[in-house]
């Protein structure tokens, strides 16, 4: 088990490199995964009781395809993911969601929720508008960044 300290550190240390991936596992069977959105860095693994070194065999992801040309563009902004966690469109699984095609929404209104590491994090709206699109379903593993709604 990590303590609070222990997942914080994590954390700067994913934040301070250029890693997209940290993964440890302790030698008691617990493993941290933690992950950002980063173009093509490698994934590094690393025991508890290993030093805290990055592989330097470690395999390269390789460059992501170029999106098709003949994608529409989508007309309005969007609202990103603050963290990485599980995208969550209502406070309980038989609860109305938050939000839903169609609505209006203010600056600040509650809009979903993300959690992340056990704790529930209700994310909050930055635009008024229109909601247009839910980008994500209910339960899908969510990055830091990615476009959850397309408000106009």
């Given at each position: 088990m990590y303590s609070k300290n222990?997942?914080?550190?994590?954390?700067?240390?994913?934040?301070?490199?250029?890693?997209?991936?940290?993964?440890?596992k302790n030698?008691?069977?617990?493993?941290?995964?933690?992950?950002?959105?980063i173009s093509a860095a490698p994934a590094?693994?690393?025991?508890?009781n290993?030093?805290?070194?990055?592989n330097e065999s470690a395999p390269v992801a390789a460059p992501a395809?170029?999106?098709a040309p003949s994608a529409?563009?989508?007309?309005?902004?969007t609202i990103n993911s603050p963290i990485v966690g599980v995208f969550y469109a209502a406070p309980s699984p038989d609860s109305n969601p938050y939000v839903s095609v169609g609505q209006k929404i203010s600056k600040g209104d509650t809009i979903c929720i993300v959690e992340a590491m056990k704790c529930m994090n209700e994310i909050q709206s930055e635009l008024d508008g229109e909601?247009?699109?839910?980008?994500?379903k209910d339960g899908d593993l969510v990055e830091y960044g990615q476009p959850l709604?397309?408000?106009?």
């Open positions: 222990d997942v914080k550190e994590f954390i700067e240390m994913l934040e301070g490199s250029s890693l997209s991936v940290l993964e440890i030698g008691d069977g617990s493993a941290i995964r933690l992950e950002k959105a590094v693994v690393m025991q508890a290993a030093p805290a070194s990055v395809a170029p999106a529409p563009v989508a007309e309005g902004k909601v247009t699109e839910v980008l994500v709604f397309r408000v106009k």
